[in-house]
């Protein structure tokens, strides 16, 4: 797969400026299978809507998933009639499928999706793509489990619904409130990130593409929606489910293992005001305390119940010693995914080492501690020791916070200015180069967790560690629309309304 690398970041998030005659700004995809009844109904509707309340020019692209019966015949009969519809013909099924190939294809700044059934209102389609166009917002979501939010279900896809956002609350800490909503919008310079790192072609692939794109630190924003069922709809509700959860794992899977790249995509626009610098103030203090302090106390609740274990069948230090070395590679381990963000396996051997110092210096304190006890106490009792143990241990802690983020996990780039906001200490802690010599650069590629689909970034050895923006590549097998004809430079303008241009 060619990919293009590019170093440095996303321009900051602008307001989209009315766009030149035959550029759309908003590209709606609607994906079909065999739908030849909805259709027609479902185009000239949005259509309509769109001439009359979106004040951008725009675009309709029927996305046709390998139809059998007559949804293509349909597809270009409404091509040919309404000039703003375009159709795309795919060989092989799968809606993740027809909208990373048209979105890929799109060249409208905002790409939006829904569902061929129209069972979202449609009101609601310029509060979805409005903060992608002033650029308050990267992706654009229709929630129908938000509290303003108007619904008519059926129970069992309401239990379903629920059920399914409830697991990717608790399985990827998902914060959005609804991933099925068949009402999405994103921008294109977004979309043209994230979409080669979204390795699912069917009814995940949104899923998927927020989770990423939430991991990644970019702005979802949700919009409450009036919502219909439609009693015919054609989506296997078994099948889909099984689907999802497969997805689930996967990614989860990925996360936990830090096989995605996501340090690469965060905060990508460099407008984050979290990445200032501000005096006295240092950088992720206040988030590494919190995450520091909850592995903590999981850490030495797990010492204490190593400890009482080992002391029924060992004396006190040998107790000790065992217990403080089994907390401490799990609490090094725990610290360097979840209180400094250190993803991957570069560098986990060394921070070990390191860690087993700290550790060191720990069992140097309550060890002493032990020691004094026993010198004052010939024979302390079992309540006493875990006190004494208790104390020693919180003044070993706070040490062991400063010796971790100072010497173990170290800002390293931080004295330097160099460091991408969001990377992670072991991919950006290379050297500057020597004064006046040209940067260097290196390519690095990774390839997805399970389908060893290849991205390629290059990094420089001297400035910021960038990030990818990999070309995304369409299907073989789609035809995709053509491209508008643009106007002269003469004859492209922004002070008037680009509706009556296009």
Not at 215 to 234: C, K, N, Y
Request: hydrophobic fraction near 40%; include cysteine; aromatic fraction near 6%.
């Amino acid at each position: 797969m060619r990919t293009d690398s590019f170093t440095g970041t996303l321009p900051a998030r602008e307001h989209l400026p009315a766009a030149s005659a035959g550029t759309p700004v908003l590209d709606v995809v609607v994906p079909v299978f065999n739908e030849e009844k909805d259709l027609q109904p479902c185009v000239r509707r949005l259509h309509q809507h769109l001439t009359r309340t979106f004040p951008y020019a725009f675009r309709i692209t029927i996305a046709d998933n390998a139809s059998t019966d007559g949804t293509p015949l349909i597809a270009a009969d409404l091509e040919r009639r309404i000039e703003e519809v375009r159709s795309v013909r795919l060989e092989r099924k799968g809606r993740g499928r027809a909208l990373r190939t048209v979105w890929s294809a799109s060249d409208a700044p905002v790409l939006a999706y829904m569902d061929v059934d129209l069972s979202t209102d449609l009101n609601a389609l310029l509060p979805l793509v409005a903060p992608l166009i002033s650029g308050h917002s990267d992706l654009a979501i229709g929630s129908r489990l938000s509290r303003s939010a108007r619904v008519v279900r059926g129970a069992k896809r309401e239990f379903i619904s629920r059920s399914y956002n409830l697991i990717l609350r608790g399985s990827l800490q998902a914060r959005f409130s609804d991933a099925q909503c068949g009402f999405k919008a994103i921008r294109r310079d977004v979309a043209q990130v994230l979409l080669p790192l979204v390795e699912d072609s069917g009814w995940f692939f949104d899923t998927e593409l927020l989770v990423l794109a939430e991991r990644a630190g970019l702005r979802i924003h949700e919009v409450p929606v009036d919502w219909v069922d439609d009693p015919d709809s054609t989506v296997h509700i078994v099948r889909t489910a099984t689907e999802d959860l497969k997805g689930v794992w996967r990614v989860g899977r990925a996360l936990a293992t830090g096989a995605l790249p996501l340090d690469r995509l965060s905060r990508p626009f460099g407008d984050d005001p979290r990445d200032r610098t501000l005096a006295d103030v240092p950088r992720g203090l206040a988030r590494q305390l919190v995450g520091f302090c909850a592995v903590g106390v999981l850490s030495t609740v797990f010492y204490l119940v190593l400890y009482s274990a080992f002391r029924t069948v060992t004396g006190s230090q040998l107790a000790n010693g065992l217990a403080l070395l089994v907390s401490a590679v799990a609490n090094t381990a725990a610290n360097r995914r979840l209180t400094f963000r250190v993803r991957g396996r570069g560098g986990m051997v060394r921070h070990q080492a390191q860690g087993l110092v700290v550790f060191a210096i720990g069992l140097a304190l309550t060890s002493g501690s032990l020691a004094a006890l026993d010198t004052a106490s010939g024979d302390p009792a079992h309540s006493t020791e875990l006190a004494v143990l208790v104390a020693a241990n919180l003044a070993a802690t706070v040490l062991r916070f400063l010796l971790f983020r100072a010497w173990v996990f170290p800002d390293r780039a931080s004295d330097t200015g160099s460091r991408q906001p969001g990377a992670t200490p072991e991919r950006d802690a290379t050297a500057p180069g020597p004064s006046g010599a040209s940067p260097t650069t290196r390519t690095e590629t990774w390839r997805g967790a399970t389908s060893g689909q290849a991205v390629s970034w290059t990094t420089s050895e001297t400035g910021p560690a960038p990030w990818a923006r990999p070309t995304p590549q369409p299907d073989p097998q789609v035809t995709p629309p053509p491209a508008p004809a643009r106007a002269p430079r003469h004859a492209r303008h922004t002070d008037h309304d680009p509706r009556t241009t296009r």
